[in-house]
């Protein structure tokens, strides 16, 4: 491949190198330049052109990256769109993500062109998770590093996704006096919530004695009907021939491990009776921070148990801390009866003044789509989703805005503010919600391409993260909108001003950040009466004051 400048004469079929900004001119990196290109060039008074020309063989980076990407076909992952070489790869079920570090290693060696960078071997991750990136750095590369490449990854286990394998779950909780009911009584609620992550359900708790032999008994009894068994002790294991490893003995089981260098965790116990495994749950599995047992439990899980050989090797990562920038995989349970989701609620924004349209195309929300305004749209995509109610944010000509969403279980929140700009409304809608809800669904008025599915996309996303992350919808590489703010970003987003939104949240670095792939519908927006006919609407004229 050539890359360098060419005088515009010989650039025609090149690959521009650059985005370029010339006078009226404006060309993205990686456009095929045209005769019409390059004479409008020319009379910008350019003379020349940095291109990268193909050679025979060479593969642009867009196909060399999605060919790429479709070569992980059968492993669970699925691919974005490739964009300026990119592709993000992204779990297609909620499992243990496997990538085996020496053929990692062997497949970014093939060639500097080409790179791949993912999640550390035995990540746990939720359906829709970004796991792995590949990133073409030039515009094309080699016909013959692209094939070897691709047979690099068709080598079993470089890198998977083990889905998770739902279990039936019995839970025996020891008692004595010193542990309060209600510390069991969220034992039992945060354990439900962390099984719910792999699709597992606990089925049944018994609280017995802290006794070996009454640990036992129930051992032998639950191994007959679960699929696995977790213990909690009401007192720490300090020993291998503590009660819990004891009572798995006695129920003649084995005992695998007691104690793992990983911390929080060090003392989780493993065992087995017969096909059915036993963790012992260390002290720091009542808390929703993540510890070794959570490492133990997604391995099971996924099919892979570890042994004590396993578990001996965890020691390096294994001193963890809670840092705002990991993820933190905990979804609170749904109440029976009560939809997924449905703690999340929208704030729909609709209290701009759409200035960009010009007095005489009207206001954008009030454009039809498909026989009705795009605001009545955009709020029945809302009511359509699992979100569990939906606040409308008015503003400029909130009464014409109020009039096109009559008959629609939306609540109207009116801004006084809103010439002050986007932050003022955010403050508006998340002020109007209750203690009840987990987070907001940040819903622009003016995205007509959104639809019911994507937002059930981030609301199952958010719900899988425990609703202590950001959830964002992207389109490949490009960040997009809608966004799901956590419950515990609200303080933070009441004290923004002017006309900034969640991206201020976001760059802080304070909550983990989830892309959630829908596509091109997370771009496009109509700010303008062009843009609402390319969308397919009918602006609303003429407009009045």
């Given at each position: 491949m050539y890359f360098g400048p060419v005088?515009?004469?010989?650039?025609?079929?090149a690959v521009l190198a650059h985005s370029l900004s010339l006078g009226a001119v404006r060309l993205k990196k990686g456009h095929v330049l045209s005769a019409e290109d390059l004479t409008r060039l020319g009379a910008q008074g350019a003379d020349e052109v940095i291109v990268a020309r193909l050679d025979e063989g060479d593969v642009g980076e867009d196909a060399a990256a999605e060919a790429l990407a479709g070569a992980f076909a059968g492993s669970s992952i699925r691919a974005a769109n490739a964009s300026t070489g990119r592709v993000n790869l992204h779990a297609e079920e909620a499992g243990l993500f496997r990538a085996d570090r020496s053929l990692v290693n062997a497949f970014n060696a093939i060639d500097p062109a080409i790179t791949f960078a993912c999640l550390d071997d035995y990540s746990a991750v939720q359906a829709g998770e970004m796991v792995a990136t590949i990133k073409i750095i030039p515009l094309a590369v080699s016909g013959a590093s692209l094939a070897r490449a691709i047979s690099a990854i068709a080598v079993n286990g470089l890198a998977q996704v083990r889905a998770f394998r739902p279990a039936r779950v019995g839970l025996i909780a020891t008692r004595l006096p010193t542990?309060?009911?209600?510390?069991?009584?969220?034992t039992r609620q945060l354990l439900a919530s962390r099984l719910a992550l792999s699709g597992s359900e606990l089925v049944e708790e018994i609280r017995a004695a802290h006794d070996a032999a009454a640990v036992a008994g129930e051992i032998g009894r639950m191994a007959k009907l679960h699929q696995m068994i977790i213990v909690f002790g009401a007192s720490a294991v300090t020993d291998s021939e503590d009660v819990i490893p004891a009572a798995i003995r006695q129920a003649g089981g084995h005992v695998e491990r007691v104690g793992m260098p990983v911390d929080p965790g060090n003392l989780l116990v493993l065992g087995w009776l017969g096909e059915v495994p036993i963790i012992g749950a260390p002290g720091c599995a009542r808390s929703p921070k993540e510890n070794g047992f959570d490492w133990v439990l997604a391995r099971i899980l996924a099919g892979e148990p570890p042994s004590s050989v396993d578990i001996s090797g965890m020691g390096v990562g294994g001193l963890l801390k809670e840092i705002p920038t990991r993820p933190q995989p905990r979804q609170p349970v749904v109440k029976r009866g009560r939809r997924p989701g449905t703690d999340v609620a929208v704030v729909l924004l609709a209290a701009g003044r759409a200035s960009r349209m010009g007095v005489a195309a009207g206001h954008k929300l009030l454009a039809a789509f498909d026989g009705e305004t795009l605001i009545r749209k955009m709020a029945g995509t809302a009511l359509a989703s699992h979100a569990g109610r939906t606040v409308v944010v008015t503003g400029h000509r909130s009464a014409d805005i109020a009039k096109s969403l009559a008959g629609l279980a939306v609540e109207m929140v009116h801004n006084g503010e809103f010439a002050t700009g986007m932050a003022s409304s955010l403050r508006h809608g998340l002020g109007a919600l209750g203690a009840d809800v987990s987070g907001a669904l940040v819903l622009l008025g003016d995205m007509p391409a959104l639809k019911p599915a994507h937002l059930d996309r981030l609301i199952e996303t958010f719900a899988a993260h425990g609703?202590?992350?950001i959830i964002r919808a992207c389109d490949g590489d490009r960040r997009g909108n809608p966004v799901i703010l956590?419950?515990?970003?609200?303080?933070?987003a009441m004290t923004l001003t002017g006309d900034v939104g969640a991206r201020a949240l976001i760059e802080s670095g304070t909550w983990p950040v989830i892309d959630v792939?829908?596509?091109?519908?997370?771009?496009?927006?109509?700010?303008?009466?062009?843009?609402?006919r390319e969308a397919g609407g009918v602006t609303e004229t003429p407009a009045p004051d």
């Open positions: 005088p515009l004469s010989e650039a025609e079929g542990l309060k009911s209600k510390v069991m009584e969220k609703g202590t992350a956590p419950r515990s970003a609200f303080a933070d792939e829908i596509g091109p519908a997370a771009r496009l927006d109509v700010d303008t009466p062009a843009a609402v």
